[in-house]
């Protein structure tokens, strides 16, 4: 190989490997997980669109009813006064936590 066709190749490497890089995430991302799906973006063959399918908004929808039982249990032992006080702390908490 050339001294002329190497620096070529060097050239040409990094968009090789971003190309490589971008089909084997979409891939990966589609095969592991059926609650995301991925295609190329129309305006931009160089990136992946990626998208929640049926499948994951079901999911979501049951990881969140899921999250509010186990939430009304654990709150279960509180008054609505004492869930009142307890959202109003820890909205302070989380102001605290924000402006540092």
């Known amino acids: 190989m050339s001294a002329a066709s190497s620096a070529g190749a060097a050239r040409d490497l990094p968009g090789w ?3 490589q890089t ?3 995430a979409g891939r990966l991302v ?3 997980f059926a609650e995301i ?3 190329p973006d129309r305006a931009d063959k160089r990136r992946n ?3 929640i399918t049926a ?3 079901r999911r979501a929808r049951e990881l969140a009813d899921r999250a509010a ?3 009304e249990e654990m709150l279960a032992p ?3 006064a004492d869930r009142a006080e307890l959202v109003r702390l820890l909205m302070l908490l989380r102001a605290g936590a924000a402006a540092e």
Do not use: N
């Open 17 to 19: 490997l971003l190309t």
């Open 22 to 24: 971008a089909a084997h």
């Open 30 to 32: 589609t095969e592991r």
């Open 37 to 39: 799906g991925a295609r």
């Open 49 to 51: 669109v990626v998208t």
């Open 55 to 57: 499948a994951g908004r």
């Open 69 to 71: 039982a186990i939430q």
């Open 78 to 80: 509180l008054t609505t």
